[in-house]
């Protein structure tokens, strides 16, 4: 299979969306700090998942800042309508995307992240399949680009198909947001950044 040719996604803005992102810059912190997760990733994926909506309802179902399922958010122990508030909300969100991070305790950091990402959009399992089928076609399986290059072979329980490039979108947009914003210096008093 060849190569995948550039993907044609819009490039993520290279600045943060401050107004936006402060009133959410304390609870971002602090689920980074919980988790160990970049701050930025996490914003990162709060813009992308809600534009900072935390009254964002998805088609889906997906609820809040980093549009949670109701069924995700059962399994955590949550009732869907905790995930309305933002604490929980992103307290949440960061958990989910950090277990993703640490199922894949052999790949590199920022492999790592790519990895969580892709499974916080489209299923632990989708991720697991996508190492198979690379480590099967001669692939590095502990590569993003590999797995982005198998997605589209990846077959679910019962025959169906992950949508593979919303997948490679999401995990593309959200790194290219997180390095444009990580060299910027973490909010540490939200206060301090409501003129920018």
Do not use: K
Request: negative net charge.
């Amino acid at each position: 299979m060849p190569a995948p040719g550039p993907l044609p996604y819009p490039v993520p803005a290279l600045a943060p969306p401050w107004s936006r992102l402060m009133p959410y810059a304390t609870l971002l912190a602090a689920a980074a700090a919980d988790t160990g997760l970049p701050f930025w990733l996490l914003a990162a994926v709060a813009e992308q998942e809600s534009g900072f909506n935390p009254q964002a309802h998805s088609d889906a179902g997906a609820i809040g800042l980093m549009q949670i399922m109701p069924a995700t958010a059962r399994d955590c122990g949550l009732d869907a309508a905790q995930l309305w508030d933002p604490a929980r909300n992103i307290h949440w969100g960061a958990r989910i995307l950090a277990d993703g991070y640490h199922m894949f305790s052999e790949e590199v950091p920022d492999e790592r992240l790519q990895f969580a990402l892709a499974a916080y959009n489209g299923g632990v399992g989708t991720v697991l399949s996508a190492q198979r089928l690379a480590l099967g076609q001669g692939l590095n399986p502990h590569l993003w680009q590999s797995l982005a290059q198998v997605l589209p072979d990846v077959r679910l329980a019962g025959g169906g198909r992950p949508d593979f490039q919303q997948i490679r979108n999401y995990v593309h947009c959200i790194w290219g947001r997180y390095q444009a914003w990580r060299l910027q210096p973490m909010p540490s008093r939200p206060e301090s950044l409501s003129a920018v």
